[in-house]
């Protein structure tokens, strides 16, 4: 526990991380007006074609989040987990809104981002988020131990029990990163109206989310281990 | 985050460096023969190949020569765990003598350089280039073939490794397609060299001169054994890919083909510590288009580099080879990893992970024993018992992951599971949608393929699973879970060393919540495996009112004594307060229950 502790704090000051968040926040902003969409989206280095739909956008994050991350020379698997949590999100939280409509139509995967711009909207996204990247992060460290109690007299009788185990893992980090959920749409909400969603604003947001998620998985694992 | 080296490269010294560099001792590499040198030699070329050699495409050969070097005598820092990636990524400084170091200092052929090599290898690449001051000729790398089959005619240059999917590769384009190939391999031993050379003859003999007979040209570089320290060698691919497109330049192509099927392509991570680079990316679609966008650019014209076999999983290349009457052939082909260490009697060890995939898609395809003998390999991977624990998670996880991805719905659940696949989305050559779904539909296939080869496996092995001569820690006793006498524990639990059981401690010893439970010592409410934290809110306290009588609807007039301590409220108070409650479970993802508003001033908690 203490190692995955000094993980998160090290994860506090990562590039990855920090880029991640940014990028999630200015997507959803620049999905609030259709005329700059795509003009904003490629200020932030996501190049996307005219009619851009959740593959697009997504596509276009990955590679983007690469990209910075190489030219500032910064990767790390901190950086690798926010990147695969930001894509998975946005997919997770626009795919399924977007799926079902005419791919030529530039609409439905604009209005999923924006749907993710209000408070309430960034909220459940920023929720996703950290979710996803806890999930990743645990089972960065767990993964390797865990294929080791597959089989007789262990933990999990066969890898379908494995991957059930994984899924209530999932479950387990949803519930608490709701802790991030409570105070990330007002973050976004006076953040983006007051001073603007700066890189340094985004990495002390994210800081700050580790902090909470940290402390929350100890509280939730005292209490439920007692 | 990662380690900082010099390489000095054919006699280079120091240019002026600052900072951390200069603390940095050198490690120097030499292309020549001896035990500290890099070894590089072309075989079986023709005179009019090299006639018109460009000092570029030498730099080229050189430039690859020296990268796989360093790639190798740089250790990574070992399996050292939970440092996130801070030792597996290395910060590479390399000074280089070139013929033209101002064509290999502009940025529109460094940038290309280092965006391939960081996504091949996760490594930062910063070269310096210098006047080479004594090159060699290109000729002095080349052996001259002095008989066999002439280069003129040749249409196409594609990869050989010898293994199942090139050789699928180079019968698509030999047999089926009746074209003169360019067979370009590359032979870092002579084990592997051998066989590559056996299976072109064999080859040409199964097709008796109906078809043109390909042009094999094998490739020797490798390092001396005073080198070879890494054994990762992420950089491989770019190697590959250097020599065969100045096999294709000398003779006029602008195209080179590797063949390899589409899983191994992704190869998505088995194992969550697998990020990166870990995963090796060798044909990866973002790899290879990077391949493409550097030779276009050295070469100065459009040049591509391109897997036909992108969409194919290997078992549909060996149902191809096997209805094409090659199937026998198949023997001859080599997939294991561990050349260095195989025999004549087993040319594959069985337990590395291309190992793993050619057995289990040898029984997928139906190979018979003619095709895929089962004595090839040194370990039975059925049945051989796993103990190195990241075996046991390469055997557990590629049959839960297959399980995983037989279970996908939709493109975007896939894209939401394995965000991995994004970084091929815009590096297939086709529209990101079509990209995702024809991804999904081959991870899809991929897995039913091998989850309908392992229940046919375990039928045929139903008499020894009965009377318990299979090993319950192999790959079969592991597939179906077989149970020894002792009892069932909680291992994950029990490991007070691995630093995040004690987060994920209580999933080990998570209860089972048959009915609606609300818990106010802790405010918090469970159903099945979920749980909810409401706080001592409102919200709970309808949740353990409700929960006292799950299935029965209660009229707001009890409910406002029981919850709102006899208070009146307003109708919409209590709808409100319901709706707060549903979206709470729901955020909480506490599923298979509803919060029941369906009968006029009552509600009632009920399984869904």
Not at chain 1, 171 to 184: F, G, K
Not at chain 2, 243 to 259: D, E, H, Q, S, T
Not at chain 2, 528 to 541: A, D, H, M
Request: glycine fraction near 8%.
């Amino acid at each position: 526990m203490e190692a995955a502790q000094r993980g998160l704090e090290a994860a506090k000051a990562d590039e990855g991380l920090a880029h991640a968040v940014y990028l999630l926040a200015h997507v959803t902003i620049a999905a609030r007006d259709e005329s700059t969409f795509i003009q904003q989206l490629a200020e932030l280095g996501l190049q996307v074609p005219a009619n851009p739909n959740v593959y697009d956008l997504v596509g276009a994050m990955s590679d983007a989040m690469d990209r910075h991350l190489r030219d500032t020379r910064s990767r790390t698997d901190f950086g690798e987990m926010a990147q695969l949590a930001a894509v998975e999100a946005l997919s997770a939280l626009t795919g399924p809104k977007s799926e079902n409509l005419w791919e030529s139509d530039a609409a439905p995967v604009r209005q999923a981002v924006r749907d993710l711009s209000t408070k309430e909207g960034f909220a459940g996204l920023t929720h996703d988020f950290f979710s996803r990247f806890m999930q990743r992060y645990l089972t960065y460290h767990l993964s390797r131990e865990l294929s080791q109690h597959v089989g007789p007299n262990q933990r999990f009788r066969d890898p379908s029990e494995h991957s059930e185990f994984l899924e209530r893992l999932g479950v387990h980090t949803r519930q608490a990163a709701l802790i991030v959920r409570d105070y990330a749409g007002g973050w976004y909400s006076k953040s983006k109206y007051e001073t603007g969603i700066s890189k340094p604003s985004a990495r002390k947001f994210a800081a700050y989310s580790l902090t909470k998620l940290r402390d929350e998985l100890k509280i939730r694992g005292a209490r439920d281990v007692v | 985050m990662s380690s900082k080296h010099v390489i000095l490269c054919g006699g280079a010294t120091l240019s002026a460096r600052g900072g951390d560099w200069k603390q940095i001792a050198p490690v120097s590499l030499a292309i020549g023969d001896g035990v500290h040198d890099v070894h590089l030699h072309l075989h079986d070329l023709t005179k009019s190949m090299s006639e018109n050699p460009s000092d570029v495409a030498t730099d080229l050969l050189e430039i690859a020569a020296f990268v796989y070097a360093a790639d190798q005598a740089v250790r990574r820092g070992g399996k050292s765990e939970f440092e996130y990636g801070s030792k597996w990524r290395r910060h590479f400084w390399i000074e280089l003598p070139v013929r033209q170091p101002q064509f290999w200092a502009d940025e529109k052929i460094q940038g290309p350089l280092r965006e391939v090599l960081t996504f091949l290898s996760d490594d930062d690449f910063e070269f310096h280039f210098t006047k080479l001051k004594k090159p060699q000729k290109l000729d002095s790398y080349l052996d001259f073939r002095t008989g066999g089959v002439d280069s003129s005619g040749i249409e196409d240059v594609m990869l050989f490794s010898g293994g199942l999917d090139s050789f699928g590769g180079a019968v698509k384009e030999i047999a089926d397609g009746k074209r003169k190939i360019a067979l370009v391999s590359h032979q870092p031993t002579t084990k592997v060299g051998a066989p590559q050379r056996k299976l072109v003859e064999a080859l040409n003999k199964h097709l008796g001169g109906t078809a043109p007979a390909p042009f094999h040209v094998q490739i020797e570089l490798n390092k001396g054994k005073a080198l070879g320290r890494e054994y990762t060698q992420r950089t491989r691919s770019f190697v590959y890919a250097c020599l065969a497109a100045v096999v294709a330049r000398m003779l006029g192509k602008n195209r080179i083909r590797f063949y390899e099927n589409g899983i191994v392509s992704f190869n998505l991570p088995l194992s969550m510590q697998s990020l990166g680079a870990r995963a090796s990316r060798t044909t990866h679609p973002q790899t290879l288009a990077g391949f493409g966008k550097l030779f276009t650019a050295i070469f100065d014209r459009p040049f591509t580099v391109e897997n036909p076999f992108l969409w194919k999983t290997k078992t549909d290349i060996v149902r191809e080879l096997k209805t094409g009457g090659f199937g026998k052939l198949c023997a001859a082909t080599i997939s294991c990893a561990h050349t260095w260490e195989r025999t004549n009697q087993h040319t594959h060890c069985g337990t590395c992970s291309q190992c793993v995939d050619r057995r289990m898609v040898a029984l997928a395809a139906e190979m018979g024993p003619e095709e895929d003998p089962p004595e090839m390999y040194e370990a039975d991977l059925l049945e051989h018992a796993w103990t190195k624990p990241e075996d046991c998670t390469l055997v557990e996880r590629y049959v839960g992951t297959n399980k995983e991805f037989a279970a996908l719905k939709t493109p975007t659940e896939f894209l939401s599971k394995y965000g991995d696949v994004a970084k091929a989305l815009r590096h297939a050559g086709n529209d990101p949608k079509t990209i995702a779904q024809s991804a999904f539909d081959l991870h899809r296939r991929h897995a039913e393929q091998v989850n309908h080869a392992l229940v046919r496996v375990i039928q045929t092995r139903a008499q020894g699973l009965l009377n318990n001569k299979v090993p319950t820690n192999s790959l079969l006793g592991i597939a179906i879970g077989l149970v020894g006498n002792a009892p069932v524990v909680a291992a994950a639990s029990t490991n007070a060393q691995s630093p995040a059981a004690a987060a994920a401690a209580p999933l080990a010893n998570q209860t089972h919540y048959g009915k609606p439970t609300a818990d106010a010592g802790t405010f918090t409410f469970y159903y099945g495996y979920g749980s909810c934290f409401l706080g001592n809110s409102v919200e709970f306290r309808l949740a353990e009112r409700l929960a006292k009588s799950p299935g029965v609807f209660i009229g707001i007039g009890k409910l406002m004594e029981d919850v709102w301590d006899g208070r009146t409220v307003q109708k919409n108070t209590i709808a409100k307060t319901a709706c707060n409650l549903r979206r709470k479970l729901k955020d909480a993802t506490v599923t298979g229950i509803t919060i029941d508003g369906g009968e006029k001033d009552h509600y009632r908690i009920q399984a869904s």
